[in-house]
């Protein structure tokens, strides 16, 4: 074993000869240390770290995963999985994300650096022992500590390398469906937003618009003249998101697939012919995105669509998602051939069934390709969860030579920790179930920690038939979310927000409304997080140590000055809210005028109406907002409100760039410094503009600890 230090508090502990994955991007010196920090170890054909919990520790992180914030009590395997039932026994979900922090008298941060499978036994076999299953003796093993778990999840941000900014249009209202066909659909659901003044920014193309699904095609006969179109669309203000699959159709004269096999491109079978799998074309070859030139040349495969005007796009069926191999279609078939006239009973019946509920996304099928890496095969297997980063790190790299300075959205089904600099994911396809909004609230910050900032849910559930109310508690959360997108499957109920009865549609319009008038503050906060390695969305126990705090699932803390407390439950007209120190109430009915209510430290059963989202704003914090618009672009931020509560003095630093550039890294981005303090009965307020964007004036709404309100609207001083 090697021991590293990285930084002061990190220290990396190297086992045997582990795949370079990327993840980290620091190095560090060698020390001497001749065990690993907390665990006992034991070392057989596989590594198996054990730890002895207390009863009060809490183990926060293991990002896109199920059960609850404290992760204590499950089984996770880190081994991204294609599985869109995300029922509650299901132990692996898209991501694999193995960073976690142990809080409690002793508390550290652990992440294991391999990009096979990992087995996170949280106390589920012994109530008490944390243990860690690696599938493999070459591992890299990271150690963090710090003061708190806010600040291991800062120092484990830190080595891991800048993270994804989207375009500042990317913070809007985006609208998707698998199921539009053509052009006259899209424009159609262009029109019903519009007439229903529904705030919308992009609109996605599924897997609808190509031609028999091949990658980076376009069917002449559903989407002809493909840049007008796009051209069109976005003079009406909405950007179109295609999908971009894993698998490259096999077929003769589709020059994707005779570029990959002319070239060597794509991951091979045993015989070192290229694997063959079957997705939505039928039968594929998967890129080897671990070859370096592979992703290249596939990265710059989204140039003709970024040529069209496109200048945004999402990466799908990237674990990689198999439908079927010819292997396993034959099995099950003679299994099935075999059963015939014959009398069944109950194990011969499963055992028909299982055969082919097996099929897909089989065990034996990723054991049975590879990838070649510095000129040696090596098993998929053991990289699997390398894929999807890779993939969407080739999208990167292509925009990167494509256009240098331009911020494009990208995100990704499948991930891996360390993606995160390439672009965000969504939680893949749920369903329209309660428990589901509950799991995204759960899931938001243990994302945020492994490094995904940009992030959210498909809103109302992909699969199943979202009702008004789930559809409404739904978006009152996803506003929150920076990436905020409404997504269903074919078959489904509509769920565009103008689907709905008259009522309705009016609340989700107001609540879509709202997103805009929070784009100031949640762009913000957002980029002050990517910049300092921190994160969005904390659980209350990252700024509040108290105990009951620390048992708070169902509330999130969202940038310095919100915390927010989403309805889940069905036909619910309130629900019970922790404050951990006095609170403002902001109740925002569909006016989105104040209704503030000065709330003490405790418990208190709060009535919520369907129509109403309940905001909290932090003692002596302040939010920053601006007028609402049609989309982004729309949005005139030369002067902005702000809510603030203060007893005695408060300050907030509010960031703006251009939204278009990369230029922020080189500095070029405003910060506002906003600073209000009490004098007597009187607040004095003074605001100064650093940087180049222009906010002309202030419009602060004062509200002190005993509910008094004082308005003020100040001239902002440029430097």
Not at 92 to 108: Q, T
């Given at each position: 074993?090697?021991?590293?230090?990285?930084?002061?508090?990190?220290?990396?502990?190297?086992?045997?000869?582990?795949?370079?994955?990327?993840?980290?991007?620091?190095?560090?010196?060698?020390?001497?240390?001749?065990?690993?920090?907390?665990?006992?170890?034991?070392?057989?054909?596989?590594?198996?770290?054990?730890?002895?919990?207390?009863?009060?520790?809490?183990?926060?992180?293991?990002?896109?995963?199920?059960?609850?914030?404290?992760?204590?009590?499950?089984?996770?395997?880190?081994?991204?999985?294609?599985?869109?039932?995300?029922t509650p026994d299901k132990k692996s979900l898209y991501g694999a994300h193995n960073f976690f922090i142990m809080d409690g008298e002793v508390g550290f941060g652990v992440f294991i650096d391999y990009p096979g499978k990992v087995t996170f036994d949280v106390g589920f076999t012994h109530k008490d022992i944390l243990e860690i299953t690696i599938g493999t003796t070459d591992v890299d093993i990271y150690i963090i500590k710090g003061e708190n778990a806010r600040e291991i999840t800062r120092e484990f941000l830190a080595i891991l390398g800048e993270g994804y900014a989207p375009p500042k249009w990317a913070f809007g209202y985006q609208q998707s469906r698998w199921s539009y066909r053509d052009a006259q659909e899209v424009e159609k659901v262009a029109e019903d937003l519009l007439y229903n003044r529904i705030?919308?920014?992009?609109?996605?193309?599924?897997?609808?618009?190509?031609?028999?699904?091949?990658?980076?095609?376009?069917?002449?006969?559903?989407?002809?003249?493909?840049?007008?179109?796009?051209?069109?669309?976005?003079?009406?203000?909405?950007?179109?998101?295609?999908?971009?699959d894993a698998g490259v159709k096999i077929e003769e004269g589709y020059d994707v697939y005779e570029e990959g096999i002319a070239n060597n491109y794509f991951c091979l079978d045993k015989k070192g012919k290229p694997f063959v799998a079957a997705v939505w074309p039928g039968k594929v070859h998967f890129p080897d995105f671990l070859n370096p030139e592979?992703?290249?040349?596939?990265?710059?495969?989204?140039?003709?669509?970024?040529?069209?005007?496109?200048?945004?796009?999402?990466?799908?069926?990237?674990?990689?998602?198999?439908?079927?191999?010819?292997?396993?279609?034959?099995?099950?078939?003679?299994?099935?051939?075999?059963?015939?006239?014959?009398?069944?009973?109950?194990?011969?019946?499963?055992?028909?069934?299982?055969?082919?509920?097996?099929?897909?996304?089989?065990?034996?099928?990723?054991?049975?390709?590879?990838?070649?890496?510095e000129g040696e095969l090596v098993n998929h297997h053991e990289l699997h969860n390398l894929y999807g980063y890779n993939m969407t790190r080739a999208a990167a790299e292509g925009f990167e030579e494509i256009d240098p300075n331009k911020r494009f959205l990208l995100f990704s089904r499948a991930s891996y920790i360390g993606m995160h600099r390439y672009g965000g994911i969504w939680t893949g396809d749920n369903h329209s179930w309660w428990q589901h909004l509950l799991l995204n609230i759960k899931m938001m910050p243990s994302l945020n920690m492994c490094g995904f900032l940009y992030s959210g849910a498909d809103t109302g559930g992909f699969s199943g038939e979202v009702n008004q109310q789930l559809m409404i508690r739904w978006t009152q959360f996803s506003i929150f979310t920076p990436l905020f997108r409404n997504h269903s499957a074919m078959g489904t109920r509509r769920q565009e927000p103008f689907a709905f009865d008259g009522e309705t549609i009016e609340v989700l319009r107001s609540t879509i409304e709202l997103r805009y008038k929070l784009i100031p503050y949640i762009y913000s906060e957002y980029m002050k997080a990517l910049l300092k390695k921190d994160v969005y969305f904390q659980p209350l126990a990252f700024q509040y140590p108290d105990e009951r705090s620390r048992r708070v699932e169902d509330q999130l803390l969202v940038g310095e000055?919100?915390?927010?407390?989403?309805?889940?439950?069905?036909?619910?007209?309130?629900?019970?809210?922790?404050?951990?120190?006095?609170?403002?109430?902001?109740?925002?009915?569909?006016?989105?005028?104040?209704?503030?209510?000065?709330?003490?430290?405790?418990?208190?059963?709060?009535?919520?109406?369907?129509?109403?989202?309940?905001?909290?704003?932090?003692?002596?914090?302040?939010?920053?907002?601006?007028?609402?618009?049609?989309?982004v672009e729309a949005l005139d931020h030369r002067e902005l409100q702000m809510i603030a509560f203060v007893d005695t003095k408060a300050s907030y630093i509010y960031y703006d760039d251009d939204g278009k550039t990369k230029e922020f890294r080189n500095g070029n981005y405003t910060e506002i410094i906003v600073e209000i303090e009490k004098v007597g009965e009187i607040f004095k307020i003074k605001a100064e503009n650093r940087g180049n964007r222009t906010v002309e004036k202030l419009h602060v709404e004062v509200i002190d600890t005993r509910g008094n309100r004082r308005k003020q609207t100040i001239d902002v001083i440029h430097d």
């Amino acid at each position: 074993m090697k021991v590293y230090e990285i930084k002061q508090y990190v220290t990396k502990y190297t086992i045997g000869q582990p795949f370079a994955t990327e993840a980290v991007m620091q190095e560090g010196k060698p020390i001497q240390k001749k065990q690993i920090d907390y665990f006992q170890v034991e070392e057989k054909e596989e590594l198996c770290l054990k730890y002895k919990m207390d009863s009060e520790d809490i183990v926060w992180g293991l990002g896109e995963n199920q059960r609850g914030m404290n992760k204590r009590g499950g089984v996770y395997e880190s081994y991204c999985s294609d599985d869109p039932n995300h029922t509650p026994d299901k132990k692996s979900l898209y991501g694999a994300h193995n960073f976690f922090i142990m809080d409690g008298e002793v508390g550290f941060g652990v992440f294991i650096d391999y990009p096979g499978k990992v087995t996170f036994d949280v106390g589920f076999t012994h109530k008490d022992i944390l243990e860690i299953t690696i599938g493999t003796t070459d591992v890299d093993i990271y150690i963090i500590k710090g003061e708190n778990a806010r600040e291991i999840t800062r120092e484990f941000l830190a080595i891991l390398g800048e993270g994804y900014a989207p375009p500042k249009w990317a913070f809007g209202y985006q609208q998707s469906r698998w199921s539009y066909r053509d052009a006259q659909e899209v424009e159609k659901v262009a029109e019903d937003l519009l007439y229903n003044r529904i705030p919308c920014d992009s609109i996605y193309l599924d897997i609808d618009y190509m031609e028999d699904y091949k990658d980076f095609t376009i069917s002449k006969e559903n989407f002809p003249n493909f840049r007008d179109f796009v051209n069109r669309m976005k003079q009406k203000g909405f950007r179109l998101i295609p999908i971009i699959d894993a698998g490259v159709k096999i077929e003769e004269g589709y020059d994707v697939y005779e570029e990959g096999i002319a070239n060597n491109y794509f991951c091979l079978d045993k015989k070192g012919k290229p694997f063959v799998a079957a997705v939505w074309p039928g039968k594929v070859h998967f890129p080897d995105f671990l070859n370096p030139e592979a992703r290249k040349w596939f990265g710059l495969k989204y140039k003709d669509l970024i040529n069209d005007g496109i200048e945004g796009f999402w990466n799908d069926m990237n674990e990689p998602a198999i439908f079927y191999t010819e292997e396993g279609l034959k099995e099950a078939i003679e299994t099935a051939e075999t059963s015939k006239n014959k009398n069944l009973d109950i194990h011969s019946f499963f055992h028909l069934m299982d055969s082919f509920r097996g099929i897909s996304n089989s065990l034996k099928d990723y054991q049975s390709f590879y990838h070649r890496v510095e000129g040696e095969l090596v098993n998929h297997h053991e990289l699997h969860n390398l894929y999807g980063y890779n993939m969407t790190r080739a999208a990167a790299e292509g925009f990167e030579e494509i256009d240098p300075n331009k911020r494009f959205l990208l995100f990704s089904r499948a991930s891996y920790i360390g993606m995160h600099r390439y672009g965000g994911i969504w939680t893949g396809d749920n369903h329209s179930w309660w428990q589901h909004l509950l799991l995204n609230i759960k899931m938001m910050p243990s994302l945020n920690m492994c490094g995904f900032l940009y992030s959210g849910a498909d809103t109302g559930g992909f699969s199943g038939e979202v009702n008004q109310q789930l559809m409404i508690r739904w978006t009152q959360f996803s506003i929150f979310t920076p990436l905020f997108r409404n997504h269903s499957a074919m078959g489904t109920r509509r769920q565009e927000p103008f689907a709905f009865d008259g009522e309705t549609i009016e609340v989700l319009r107001s609540t879509i409304e709202l997103r805009y008038k929070l784009i100031p503050y949640i762009y913000s906060e957002y980029m002050k997080a990517l910049l300092k390695k921190d994160v969005y969305f904390q659980p209350l126990a990252f700024q509040y140590p108290d105990e009951r705090s620390r048992r708070v699932e169902d509330q999130l803390l969202v940038g310095e000055t919100l915390m927010i407390a989403p309805l889940y439950e069905e036909n619910a007209i309130g629900r019970y809210v922790w404050l951990p120190e006095e609170m403002l109430l902001w109740g925002v009915h569909k006016n989105h005028e104040g209704n503030y209510r000065v709330m003490e430290k405790g418990d208190h059963y709060l009535e919520v109406a369907l129509e109403e989202t309940p905001i909290f704003i932090r003692k002596n914090k302040m939010l920053v907002l601006g007028k609402t618009g049609l989309n982004v672009e729309a949005l005139d931020h030369r002067e902005l409100q702000m809510i603030a509560f203060v007893d005695t003095k408060a300050s907030y630093i509010y960031y703006d760039d251009d939204g278009k550039t990369k230029e922020f890294r080189n500095g070029n981005y405003t910060e506002i410094i906003v600073e209000i303090e009490k004098v007597g009965e009187i607040f004095k307020i003074k605001a100064e503009n650093r940087g180049n964007r222009t906010v002309e004036k202030l419009h602060v709404e004062v509200i002190d600890t005993r509910g008094n309100r004082r308005k003020q609207t100040i001239d902002v001083i440029h430097d």
